[in-house]
């Protein structure tokens, strides 16, 4: 079983920075990969990055060279550093983690990108 818990979401204004984090109920060793995803209302979710055990990294399009993901094993958290935020990147925003085969979602953080 896995929880996870998304936090820092909040309404900015375009090229403004806004950092999320993602506290996992358990250590990342068995959690591979983690990541983060969006979904507009009516859209299907999509992947914002995704980053394995071995600290392979796959980011969307675009956010290329814009969002950072990281990781702070001793506490279990994920973070999304999110740069230059544009109104497209307006989502909810979710923390996903696999364990042992089995997909777990966060909740979802509301990210607002709007002047």
């Known amino acids: 079983q896995l929880q996870l818990v998304e936090s820092g979401g909040g309404l900015v204004q375009p090229g403004e920075a806004l950092r999320l984090s993602c506290v996992a109920s358990?250590?990342?060793?068995?959690?591979?990969?983690m990541g983060w995803y969006r979904q507009a209302p009516g859209k299907e979710r999509e992947l914002v990055v995704v980053r394995s055990n071995s600290g392979i990294t796959n980011y969307a399009n675009s956010v290329k060279g814009r969002f950072t993901i990281s990781r702070e094993s001793a506490k279990n958290m994920t973070y999304l550093q999110m740069n230059s935020l544009k109104p497209e990147d307006t989502d909810v925003y979710y923390c996903h983690g696999r364990l042992y085969g089995m997909e777990y979602w966060g909740k979802g953080t509301l990210v607002t990108v709007s002047s």
């Open positions: 358990r250590s990342f060793n068995s959690i591979n990969p």
